[in-house]
Nanobody, 113 residues
Framework: QVQLVESGGGLVQPGGSLRLSCVASGSAFTRNAISWHRQVPGKERELVAL????????DYADSVKGRFTISRDNARNTAYLQMDRLKPEDTGVYYC??????WGQGTQVTVSA
């Protein structure tokens, strides 16, 4: 089990970029895949991107392919979500998740002119 803390959210104009970070405590970080999810009020939390433990296989929601990049630095117990060419529909609270268990507290991303 790990504890996760996200950061890097904020307000950005359409077309802009943000990089989210997810820092994990403990020594178990490499035992699981890491995923990023987002949620908007009234909707279910949706998977945005996923990266495997070591091989760095990645997968993305169709809505973010070509714009978002997930990565991880196992030496720093940190995962990242680079978000480029942001759109207003990318607005939401972004959460990282370790495997199928631990969630972070979320970080708000708002894309607006």
């Amino acid at each position: 089990q790990v504890q996760l803390v996200e950061s890097g959210g904020g307000l950005v104009q359409p077309g802009g970029s943000l990089r989210l970070s997810c820092v994990a405590s403990g020594s178990a970080f490499t035992r699981n895949a890491i995923s990023w999810h987002r949620q908007v009020p009234g909707k279910e939390r949706e998977l945005v991107a996923l990266i495997s433990r070591f091989t760095n296989n990645t997968d993305y929601a169709d809505s973010v392919k070509g714009r978002f990049t997930i990565s991880r630095d196992n030496a720093r117990n940190t995962a990242y979500l680079q978000m480029d060419r942001l759109k207003p529909e990318d607005t939401g609270v972004y959460y990282c998740r370790w495997g199928l268990s631990s969630w972070g507290q979320g970080t708000q991303v708002t894309v607006s002119a």
